[in-house]
């Protein structure tokens, strides 16, 4: 049992596993140059990994249960976004099939089978996203862009997916995986947009590690307004910081501060927003035809403003096909070539 080492959230357990945790914050930029292996280690193990830890070490979190933890379990945990089924969940979902068992469907069965058409959906997007970019010099700036941005989410949202599948094959476990995202093209605001629907497993971790902290201290000295204001200004920066912490794992180059910048000035509209529909009352909010568009636009907009330009200026996009391409080669040759001697026939 992992608790068995440190039976109480005591300083002996902080001390002990909040340098484990700051080694983890470090190692993948230190270590790794590949953009798959490097931005994928620096999201599980540099950020989800530590931020878990040291919530474990404060005797929070999900890796502080009752009973504690076996080992097997604690690793996936730590470091994927992920939720094991108890017996009492696992005994009730079946309790609920069995109810079901005379429906010929279900909303959940709906919601399962949309959810996989849905991922269908964004494979076959990438496929034709590869298409298109052979003719991207015959494209306006801002619709390459935006194929950059479907990509980037399209591609995050499945490799999630197949992370969590993997981690259920490998440790042979039943769990639950964390939905990464819940249609963010239907956010009628900035708050519902970033609150609710995008990343949301950064937005699970970053709640209970920064957000609520800071909110019940500062709600001490100051009006519960402006203590959220506080709060929400503190995530939203250390979400820019841990950002540009993966963006430099991704791509070897000195921060820029733009990507903390996309993400400050997001939440300042945010606070900015929040402030509008409490002074004029929410029930006289625009409507969803109108907020939808507006949302998605200001997101978009500042995404290709702040957020896009250091991953293409880092070739971030030519690294990533490169090493694609390596790996095609091994598995149809089985011939180990550096991603370095490879050239990428899209950017050719």
């Not at 503190?234 to 910081?241: D, I, K, N, Y």
């Not at 927003?273 to 978009?300: C, D, H």
Request: glycine share 4%; with cysteine; charged share 15%.
């Amino acid at each position: 049992m992992i608790n068995g080492f440190f039976p109480n959230s005591s300083f002996k357990r902080f001390f002990a596993i909040v340098p484990i945790a700051c080694l983890f914050l470090v190692l993948p930029p230190l270590t790794l140059t590949s953009l798959n292996l490097g931005g994928t280690s620096s999201f599980f193990i540099g950020w989800l990994a530590s931020f878990k830890l040291i919530l474990f070490a404060l005797g929070k979190g999900p890796l502080s249960s009752s009973p504690p933890l076996t080992l097997s379990r604690f690793v996936p945990l730590a470091c994927f976004p992920i939720k094991f089924l108890t017996p009492d969940h696992e005994k009730s979902s079946f309790s609920a099939q069995r109810r079901q068992l005379a429906t010929i469907i279900t909303s959940d069965s709906v919601w399962h089978w949309s959810t996989k058409i849905g991922h269908l959906m964004k494979l076959l997007l990438l496929g034709f996203f590869v298409c298109v970019y052979k003719y991207k010099q015959c494209l306006h700036p801002k619709i390459v862009f935006l194929l950059y941005t479907l990509r980037i989410y399209f591609t995050l949202e499945l490799w999630l997916v197949l992370v969590s599948a993997a981690v259920q094959f490998v440790f042979r476990i039943r769990l639950e995986f964390e939905q990464p995202f819940n249609d963010p093209h239907l956010a009628t605001s900035l708050q519902d947009f970033w609150g609710k629907r995008w990343n949301l497993i950064v937005t699970n971790i970053l709640r209970p590690t920064v957000y609520e902290p800071i909110l019940s201290m500062s709600v001490q000295y100051m009006q519960p307004r402006l203590a959220r204001c506080l709060a929400v200004m503190a995530t939203f920066l250390v979400s820019g910081v841990m950002h540009e912490l993966v963006f430099y794992t991704i791509g070897r180059a000195k921060p820029t501060g733009e990507v903390l910048s996309f993400f400050v000035l997001n939440r300042a509209c945010l606070i900015l927003e929040m402030g509008i529909k409490r002074s004029i009352n929410r029930k006289y909010w625009l409507p969803q035809i109108v907020s939808r568009p507006l949302a998605l636009t200001f997101v978009i907009l500042t995404c290709f403003w702040l957020f896009l330009p250091p991953f293409l200026r880092n070739k971030a996009d030519v690294k990533g096909c490169t090493e694609a391409m390596a790996f095609i080669e091994f598995v149809k040759h089985r011939r180990l070539v550096s991603p370095n001697f490879i050239t990428c026939p899209l950017y050719a």
